[in-house]
């Protein structure tokens, strides 16, 4: 059998167009022709790629080969580019633009030049779609070898990573030392890289920087590099070794700096680290809310509540309440006035990079800590948040609804009753309703007043055979003219998790909600929302509440401070050393 020359493939690309028109095949009948029928011919190439010892650049073989002087060959080129940006890139690959090549070869012309010579619009459909399928099957075939390509390079060199259908991962890249390609130093720097990577793959992100790359490729000592990048001890780096699986570091492009940076901004000890601060703990780390969360500002992520939002809520109330107003006064007191810098801090205590150091942060951390926490651990600090929430907070909502012109807000909906008759769901609509149900079902429902009384959540009392058995949160969306719910936390006594049939009940409730059969209060609730939005009369405001305030919320908090804290909130901001930190802290920001 005679194989195929580029002649013959041409011969037959041009049976191929013209089938839908035979005379377009005809001598001189449709002029500039030829690149049309030469794209189509080289869907029909056979390409075949094969990798060169030592090197991550395919090598291209076309059968048959082009000729020399063939204007597609100029494709061949910009293939071996885009199979080569496979194990390359990180991030999307650009594809070859043949349309574009088509277009400015006359193609759109040879459209106008059949439909001017009375082809009807069927017959030059069939004649573009036969053109945009070669085309499809070219783009297809070049991703096919670009990934069959990739697969052979990490089979090769980087058997460890696994070879998905996306692109590369950055870590996966740098392993693959890329830009030695070709180089007899290429395999030892593999070997370097890996080896630094298998140790150190909780840092991707600075052993990718060059700096640190070049250590690593010339064999020099890396760990005193890293350790006065990073400000880590001998210990505390020896504590990151094998932090992560291999396989599963090189798929991700997140890192652990920033869990390390606040695990040292925080003061952490190193037993209480992840794994207890020894080397090889990859599933604690992987597990660990230092990891798995996002920085809280004020208190260790470690303290928080597997939700994250229990303990949140009470330091953040306590930082509206007694923080803010302590740094309003010494601001007062210091007589410092500021730009930007100095506002944002005073009021979300967010350190500023630009003017303050990691020691700065650390030091002030460390005073919030010995002043909210002291030396309880996250077990008893949780446990005083409980109380706090069933307490404290119930309270607080109660002495503000109490002074409040219209007290409450209105229902989500009327009562519901379920078609057996035994389960109920009643909207909560008061601080005295919230209490009450806080304390049939010994939770903390009560520190939901705030966002209640704005109208963004309202809380449900689910109720079976006339008994309070759970409590349902349920979220506005932002949008007022297009009310969405969103189901937030449903809760039983103690917080514990409901049984499955009232999952169920749950479910039938929002179904009704959500088709209407139980309708839901939407015009007063917007009406009620708007103006709540305008002239929200709760205790959060943008700007510093009064020490006064501070004075009087105290005795509140005191469930939630270290046992023996002073029983006045004077006493308790100087024997903390807040009024000093504060004061050392807003220095820092003036500016």
């Not at 980087?158 to 070879?163: E, K, M, N, R, W």
């Not at 209490?435 to 689910?462: A, P, W």
């Not at 929002?510 to 305008?534: E, G, I």
């Not at 006493?571 to 050393?577: A, C, F, K, L, M």
């Amino acid at each position: 059998m005679t194989a195929l020359t580029w002649t013959s493939l041409k011969r037959l690309a041009l049976r191929k167009v013209a089938k839908a028109c035979p005379e377009i095949a005809e001598p001189n009948f449709v002029t500039g022709l030829d690149p049309v029928v030469a794209i189509v011919a080289l869907a029909s190439v056979r390409l075949v790629i094969g990798q060169q010892d030592g090197s991550t650049e395919v090598r291209l073989d076309t059968r048959p080969v082009l000729p020399a002087d063939e204007p597609v060959t100029q494709f061949l080129s910009q293939i071996v580019k885009v199979i080569n940006d496979h194990v390359r890139i990180s991030g999307q690959i650009a594809g070859i633009d043949f349309s574009d090549w088509l277009d400015r070869n006359g193609f759109p012309d040879i459209i106008v030049n059949l439909l001017s010579k009375g082809f009807d619009e069927g017959e030059v459909s069939a004649f573009a779609d036969t053109v945009g399928t070669a085309v499809g099957m070219l783009t297809r075939r070049i991703e096919e070898l670009g990934q069959a390509h990739r697969k052979a390079i990490l089979a090769r060199d980087l058997p460890q990573a696994s070879c998905g259908a996306g692109s590369l991962p950055p870590n996966a890249v740098w392993l693959l030392a890329i830009e030695t390609s070709g180089e007899p130093r290429r395999p030892e720097i593999l070997k370097r890289r890996l080896q630094a990577f298998q140790l150190y793959d909780a840092l991707p992100t600075m052993l990718r920087d060059l700096a640190i790359t070049e250590i690593i490729d010339e064999g020099r000592p890396l760990a005193p590099a890293i350790m006065q990048r990073t400000g880590l001890s001998a210990p505390e780096l020896k504590a990151l070794r094998q932090s992560r699986t291999v396989d599963r570091a090189i798929g991700h492009s997140t890192d652990f700096e920033r869990a390390i940076e606040e695990l040292k901004a925080y003061s952490v000890p190193l037993h209480e680290w992840p794994g207890e601060g020894r080397p090889g703990q990859a599933y604690a780390w992987e597990t660990s809310p230092w990891v798995k969360r996002q920085r809280s500002h004020l208190i260790r992520l470690d303290y928080l509540d597997e939700e994250g939002t229990s303990v949140q809520d009470a330091v953040n109330a306590l930082r509206d309440d007694l923080l803010r107003p302590l740094a309003s006064e010494r601001l007062r007191v210091g007589g410092l006035k500021g730009g930007y810098r100095l506002t944002e801090f005073a009021r979300d205590f967010r350190f500023d990079v630009r003017c303050c150091g990691a020691p700065d942060r650390r030091d002030f951390l460390a005073a919030l800590h010995r002043a909210i926490i002291g030396a309880r651990k996250p077990r008893a600090f949780r446990k005083a948040v409980d109380l706090w929430h069933r307490r404290a907070a119930s309270l607080a909502a109660l002495r503000h609804e109490g002074h409040a012109d219209k007290p409450g807000w209105p229902a989500l909906c009327a009562p519901w009753r379920s078609g057996c008759g035994r389960y109920e769901v009643v909207a909560l609509i008061s601080a005295s309703d919230l209490v009450e149900e806080g304390n049939k079902l010994d939770h903390c429902v009560g520190g939901y007043y705030e966002t209640c009384r704005k109208g963004d959540v309202h809380i449900l009392s689910l109720r079976e055979d006339g008994k309070r058995v759970a409590t349902v949160e349920i979220r506005l969306g932002e949008d007022l003219a297009n009310l969405t719910l969103h189901v937030g936390q449903f809760k039983a006594h103690r917080n514990s998790a409901p049984p499955p049939h009232l999952h169920d009940v749950l479910r039938d409730f929002l179904k009704a909600l959500r088709t209407n059969v139980h309708p839901v209060n939407a015009d007063r609730l917007a009406r009620y929302r708007r103006h709540m939005r305008d002239t929200y009369d709760g205790s959060w405001r943008s700007d510093a509440l009064p020490l006064d305030h501070a004075r009087q919320a105290y005795p509140l908090y005191l469930p939630l401070l270290p046992r023996g804290a002073p029983a006045t909130f004077d006493e308790w901001s100087e024997q903390s050393g807040l009024a000093e930190t504060f004061d050392k802290a807003l220095r820092l920001h003036v500016g």
